[in-house]
């Protein structure tokens, strides 16, 4: 559910247990920079550095690209929800913190 409309929307709420912190913003962008840094990390088998970033060499050295290889029905979902995620961020104008290659978002 949509909070408000433009970069304040929110489709849930973050609550930090033991922080004592009140959701106004920064519990939510804090929890979508973790996303943002989770889905960047080897953890996750959906991006792959960059020819560029793993090289360092040329334009666009901290990109990323999708994994062609993980295609299990569990990687699926992941994607289904990294999409989710991607079209909340462009319906509400948020910026988001992934790091995408021009090749993957154009």
């Not at 991006?47 to 050295?61: C, F, V």
Request: with cysteine; hydrophobic share 40%.
């Amino acid at each position: 559910m949509f909070i408000q409309n433009g970069v304040e929307a929110r489709c849930f709420y973050a609550n930090f247990q033991g922080e004592g912190s009140i959701d106004a913003g920064g519990p939510f962008r804090d929890c979508l920079d973790n996303m943002a840094s989770e889905l960047e990390s080897p953890v996750l088998p959906l991006l792959l550095k960059s020819p560029n970033n793993r090289n360092d060499h040329g334009s666009n050295r901290d990109c990323f690209v999708l994994n062609p290889s993980a295609r299990s029905p569990t990687h699926l979902e992941m994607f289904k929800f990294f999409g989710a995620l991607l079209g909340f961020h462009i319906g509400t104008k948020a910026p988001t913190p992934v790091h995408l290659a021009p090749t993957v978002w154009k």
